[in-house]
């Protein structure tokens, strides 16, 4: 048996096309599908939140572990599912007591993941400092598994690099960042061992707003008054995301590559670019 394995991290689930994108898109993996597959799925349902119903669909697809952001709470019955929603992981940082867990180890074939969901704070809600927060998740998860991927979910590039830098020299094997919706394109390695990205980017419309619909977007700045955003739903659908080739031995990421793909329907027909 090979010490290797290749795990797949997409950026942010929006909405139904979002959904449709990444169902068809791991299902045209077929034998190629990664041994390991993590999303966000703080969009998913309709831009904001996650219901039951879709967290199922999305692990029903494929799926093994969902993490999320800011959005986790948009939609009431989360409160109903989130305790004992297995394979969804909230940011960590946030206060003591708070529903749902920061991280999860998800054990698939024999090997354990540890998957840990955090919060930057600049521009973003108040939320505990994630520094002291995330060593001592990263401690408790390496007496179980060497390979730990964390979703830093925040805005500003800087405080993603200085957290991918600080946890790369604690052996983390992955830091992917989400919630700007937009992939940036600096994939590398830290430390030997670290994958990494300042924003693996979003899964849904490629034509609106970062997913959603450019008329809604555009009349909240130019009027300056709450506009409701609706999910954008052009057809035209994309698949941002990265993948890691580990070692699950020292839990090191020796390969990393971005995944940029363009899923479109056409008339009942999916075609596939990138
Ligand atoms: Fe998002
Ligand atoms: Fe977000």
């Not at 004992?84 to 946030?94: S, T, V």
């Not at 180890?105 to 993941?113: A, F, S, V, W």
């Not at 580990?246 to 596939?272: C, F, H």
């Amino acid at each position: 048996m090979t010490n290797k394995i290749t795990v797949m991290f997409l950026g942010d689930i929006v909405g139904r096309p979002g959904r449709w994108a990444v169902k068809n898109y791991i299902a045209s993996l077929k034998e190629n599908k990664p041994d390991f597959i993590i999303a966000n799925a703080e969009n998913a349902s309709h831009g904001f939140g996650l219901t039951r119903k879709n967290y199922n669909e999305l692990l029903e697809c494929g799926i093994d572990c969902l993490t999320s952001g800011n959005h986790i709470w948009d939609k009431r019955e989360i409160f109903e599912y989130i305790d004992e929603a297995d394979k969804l992981i909230r940011p960590i940082n946030y206060p003591g007591g708070t529903r749902g867990k920061g991280y999860g180890i998800i054990e698939k074939n024999g090997l354990k993941i540890g998957v840990i969901n955090v919060l930057g704070r600049t521009f973003m809600g108040l939320v505990d400092s994630p520094w002291e927060i995330l060593q001592n998740a990263v401690n408790e998860i390496k007496e179980e598994t060497p390979v730990i991927i964390i979703d830093i979910h925040a805005e500003a590039s800087a405080e993603k690099i200085c957290m991918a830098k600080y946890f790369a020299k604690m052996g983390v094997t992955g830091i992917f960042g989400t919630h700007t919706h937009v992939q940036t394109a600096d994939e590398r390695i830290y430390e030997n061992c670290c994958g990494y990205i300042t924003d693996a980017g979003f899964c849904g419309d490629s034509e609106g707003v970062i997913g959603m619909e450019y008329e809604t977007s555009v009349k909240r700045l130019l009027t300056s008054i709450p506009e409701r955003l609706e999910v954008a739903a052009s057809g035209k659908n994309q698949i941002n995301g990265v993948i890691v080739t580990v070692d699950v031995l020292t839990g090191k990421t020796e390969a990393i590559k971005r995944i940029n793909v363009q899923m479109n329907v056409s008339e009942e027909n999916i075609i596939m670019k990138g």
